[in-house]
């Protein structure tokens, strides 16, 4: 399709780039041409979450226990955080049923998540993960009125907060605040969170920090 017609090209460019950086040695040149290397891999990254937004939503949903999918992203963001002098803090309500979902969708929406939070950390911050479970939060697409048994997944982080207009504008596609960011991120997450019946919410204070809460559905008995 048409992203396979666009990467082609791309591979094309981004090999070549890298046989003239072998052979540069100035080092203004060598520059350049590092950058034309970052930003083809920018594309790349962009057609890859452009193909995310497009693609059918999955169905291959089994029984998944939340923690464990945690656990395996806070490991991955751990170093990051520890270069800042930051840590995670994890406040897990064991008694939490197993929900509903595609473990794969899922990972890249809380892998995005806790980036995120982990990037708007200051110097010596902490990033809290908090699992609750909630019988109270009604948001079906159906005419079902009976309380819908959720788990919630917090991620706070101790950052500058968002403005107005950011928070405004985060589902908007292409808009991001991050010099390397495609503006896709949390679009995608939110598609898959709602394919799962789930919801996204998102509080922000300046200078105190942004609370995001994943609403996910228990497995049903």
Same mark, same amino acid.
């Given at each position: 399709?048409?992203?396979?017609e ?5 591979s ?8 003239? =950086? ?5 080092s ?6 590092e ?12 057609? !890859?979450?452009?193909?995310? =937004? ?7 949903? @089994? ?6 999918? =945690?656990e ?8 990051? =955080?520890?270069?800042? !002098?930051g !840590?995670? +803090? ?16 899922? @990972? ?30 009604v948001?079906?697409k ?18 500058p ?5 950011t928070?405004?504008?985060l ?15 949390? +679009?995608?997450?939110?598609k ?6 789930? !919801?996204i919410?998102?509080?922000s ?5 942004? @609370?995001?809460?994943?609403?996910l559905?228990? @497995?049903?008995?």
């Amino acid at each position: 399709g048409m992203a396979h017609e666009i990467r082609n090209p791309l591979s094309g460019i981004r090999g070549s780039a890298q046989l003239l =950086l072998k052979d540069l040695e100035n080092s203004e040149q060598r520059e350049y041409m590092e950058i034309v290397i970052a930003e083809v891999d920018r594309i790349n990254r962009l057609v !890859k979450k452009m193909m995310n =937004l497009t693609r059918p939503a999955s169905n291959d949903f @089994k029984p998944i226990n939340i923690h464990r999918v =945690l656990e395996e992203i806070l490991t991955l963001e751990k170093d990051t =955080l520890i270069r800042k !002098k930051g !840590k995670f +803090v994890q406040a897990y309500d064991p008694s939490l049923p197993a929900i509903e979902g595609n473990e794969d969708e899922l @990972k890249q929406v809380f892998l995005n998540l806790v980036k995120n939070a982990v990037d708007a950390s200051p110097k010596g911050g902490q990033v809290s993960i908090v699992t609750q479970f909630s019988s109270n939060y009604v948001f079906r697409k159906t005419q079902d009125t009976r309380p819908m048994h959720n788990i919630i997944v917090e991620i706070i982080d101790s950052g500058p907060g968002m403005t107005d207009e950011t928070l405004k504008n985060l589902f908007t596609p292409f808009f991001t605040t991050k010099k390397r960011g495609t503006g896709l991120g949390m +679009v995608v997450s939110l598609k898959i969170i709602e394919n799962h019946n789930g !919801k996204i919410k998102i509080t922000s204070e300046r200078s105190i920090g942004t @609370k995001v809460q994943v609403f996910l559905p228990v @497995k049903k008995k």
